[in-house]
C-alpha cells in the first residue's frame, strides 16, 4: 500500500477501483475523460479539486484551479479508469476485502477524517484498485505474441534496436538498404553514430535483457524518440524520427526473437506492466480544457 497523508496526497491518486465513484459517468455532465465504456465527468473532478483544495493539498486563488493540478488529478482517474477496463478484460474484481484493507489503513491517519467525503472514497477506490490490479497473472505466450504484434507497447515494455545518424539523408539512405531486406544489426553497424552500435545492432536493453519497461521510455528517453517508437510496427523499419541526437530509424524486434525477455519482464509485474501498455495504446478522450493524453510521456499534458 502506498498510501500516505498529506504530503503525498496526489501520489496516492494512483487508480479507480472497479466499484465506481459518485459522479463519474454522469449523463448530464461534460466528461472530463472517456475511455472504452468508462468516463469520467468534469463535475466529479470538480468536487475533488475543491476538496483537495480545502485540505491544503493544492492551491487554488480566486476559484482558479492551477492547470498542472487538474492535470494531475486527471492522470490519476484516467489510469483508474483504465483499470477498471483492464480488471474486466481479465475477470478480476476489487473485493470488499480490498476496501477494507486500505479503509483500515488510512483510517489510522488521523486527518484522513477530515477530508471531503468524496476525496475519502476515491483514496480508497484507488487504493483497493490498485491491490486488484496486484492480482493480475500473465497472458500466456500466444496472447503476449498477439497483443505484441497488434500493438508492441500494449504489454507496458519495448523491444527496440535503432541507429542515429547526423542527416536526415543518411537515415533514408538506411532505410532504403534496410527494405531490401538487409538485417537490421548489419546496417545498424554500418550507419550508426551512436557508440558501440558495431556490436549491438542498435539494441537498446536493459541489463536484465532485451525489453525496457515503457515507464523508463517514458522518463528518460527523448520524447520524440518514443512517440516514433510508439507508432512503430513489429519487424518493419521506422523513420526517420527526428529526437534531440539526431535521425533514427527505429526497429520493434520481431516477437520470436525477443520472447523470452518478454515473458520474463512481464512475470515480474503483471498489472502494472499491463496498465501501462493499455493506457498508452486506449482511445482516450480527455476534454479539451484539460489537455490530451501524450503517451510519450505517460501524462496529459496542455495543448
Do not use: W
Not at 19 to 33: E, I, P, Q, W
Not at 217 to 241: E, I, M, R, S, W
Amino acid at each position: 500500500m502506498t498510501f500516505a497523508f498529506p504530503r503525498r496526497i496526489l501520489a496516492s491518486l494512483v487508480v479507480v477501483g472497479a466499484l465506481g465513484l459518485a459522479g463519474c459517468g454522469d449523463a448530464t455532465s461534460t466528461a472530463a475523460l472517456r475511455v472504452g465504456s468508462q468516463s469520467v465527468s468534469a463535475d466529479f473532478l470538480d468536487t475533488i479539486l475543491t476538496q483537495l483544495g480545502d485540505a491544503g493539498q493544492i492551491k487554488i486563488e480566486n476559484g482558479q484551479v492551477p492547470p498542472e493540478s487538474s492535470r494531475s488529478v486527471l492522470n490519476a482517474l484516467y489510469r483508474g479508469e483504465a483499470t477498471k477496463e483492464l480488471l474486466a478484460k481479465y475477470g478480476v474484481e476489487v473485493t470488499e476485502a480490498d476496501r477494507t484493507k486500505v479503509r483500515t489503513q488510512v483510517s489510522q491517519d488521523a486527518a484522513f477524517s477530515n477530508l471531503g467525503e468524496d476525496l475519502q472514497e476515491l483514496i480508497i477506490s484507488l487504493n483497493a484498485g490498485d491491490l486488484a490490479l496486484a492480482r493480475l497473472t500473465a497472458p500466456s505466450e500466444e496472447d503476449l505474441k498477439t497483443m505484441y504484434e497488434t500493438a508492441p507497447a500494449s504489454l507496458g515494455m519495448m523491444c527496440v534496436a535503432h541507429l542515429v545518424v547526423k542527416e536526415e539523408s543518411t537515415a533514408r539512405e538506411a532505410l532504403d538498404v534496410l527494405n531490401t531486406g538487409e538485417k537490421f544489426a548489419t546496417v545498424a553497424a554500418k550507419y550508426s553514430i551512436e557508440p558501440g552500435a558495431d556490436k549491438s545492432g542498435g539494441v537498446l536493453g536493459s541489463a536484465d535483457g532485451d525489453c525496457i519497461p515503457l515507464s523508463d521510455y517514458q522518463t528518460q528517453f527523448d520524447k520524440d524518440f518514443v512517440a516514433g517508437a510508439l507508432n512503430a510496427k513489429a519487424g518493419v523499419p521506422t523513420g526517420p524520427v527526428k529526437s534531440s541526437f539526431g535521425y533514427h530509424v527505429i526497429y520493434v524486434r520481431p516477437f520470436d526473437d525477443v520472447k523470452l525477455s518478454v515473458k520474463t519482464l512481464i512475470a515480474t509485474n503483471p498489472g502494472e506492466f499491463l496498465i501501462k501498455g493499455y493506457m498508452a495504446t486506449a482511445d482516450v478522450k480527455i476534454g479539451s480544457k484539460y489537455g490530451r493524453y501524450n503517451p510519450a510521456t505517460g501524462t496529459i499534458v496542455a495543448n
